[in-house]
């Protein structure tokens, strides 16, 4: 059984993408039992779900990058609900991320009659306070800037600087005239809100439901499943 946990959102556009995205994973594993939980502001609550379902189970975080959520909230409630449970890390940073990101920037450039655009673009992170979050973001970044032949600076919407509006006035004050943003969020809400009104000339939406981000929840659950039983069979062999 795989269960999905994302953050949770008290926005219903986010709760309905993360269940769209469920049912794209669904339906590209026929078969496959998937769940969904929340951190917090959404329900079911992850606690819950793992006290609720049957069988063997790899909990699999929506979130792109590791720090508390996935090290305290996810591992804990894993360890206290379900021993042994595989607990698969953050879905970022990972190359099939970076597929989706491209595409969504794709789509808010899109222009058939413009040349390539060659300016700036602020990948714009959530925010969080842990430094490997921020690693995450930076490594994304850095993939990111190497697919597109363009400068990224990854930057954030709150708890920690830069801010995404900060570093969108930053460029434009270093003499680049145009700069987009390319929204690394899962799913619709404030934050994207936010992102939208930091004063780039283009704001790609959120990832949503995209091909990379299915095969990318599958790829965790199986490494998740393999280690859990791989860790169990060494449990019995000792």
Request: hydrophobic letters at 50%.
């Amino acid at each position: 059984m795989l269960v999905a946990v994302a953050h949770g959102s008290r926005n219903p556009a986010a709760q309905a993408n993360i269940r769209a995205l469920l049912d794209a994973v669904r339906a590209a594993r026929p078969g496959l039992d998937v769940r969904e939980a929340y951190i917090e502001l959404a329900s079911p609550l992850l606690p819950e779900v793992l006290a609720d379902v049957p069988g063997e189970v790899a909990v699999v975080p929506l979130l792109l990058g590791n720090g508390y959520h996935i090290a305290h909230d996810v591992a804990g409630a894993a360890a206290f609900h379900r021993p042994g449970a595989g607990v698969a890390p953050a879905l970022g940073p990972d190359d099939l991320l970076v597929d989706a990101l491209a595409d969504r920037l794709a789509e808010a450039e899109y222009c058939p009659v413009c040349p390539p655009p060659t300016n700036p673009v602020v990948l714009a992170v959530a925010g969080s306070s842990d430094p490997r979050s921020h690693a995450d973001a930076d490594a994304v970044a850095a993939v990111l800037a190497a697919r597109l032949g363009r400068e990224v600076v990854a930057a954030y919407n709150s708890s920690t600087t830069p801010s995404v509006v900060e570093t969108v006035a930053a460029l434009r004050a270093a003499g680049h005239h145009r700069v987009s943003a390319a929204t690394y969020l899962l799913s619709p809400g404030r934050f994207a809100t936010e992102i939208k009104a930091c004063g780039a000339d283009l704001v790609s939406d959120p990832l949503g439901v995209h091909p990379a981000l299915v095969e990318l929840v599958l790829r965790r659950y199986d490494a998740a499943r393999a280690s859990s039983r791989s860790l169990q069979r060494s449990t019995v062999a000792g």
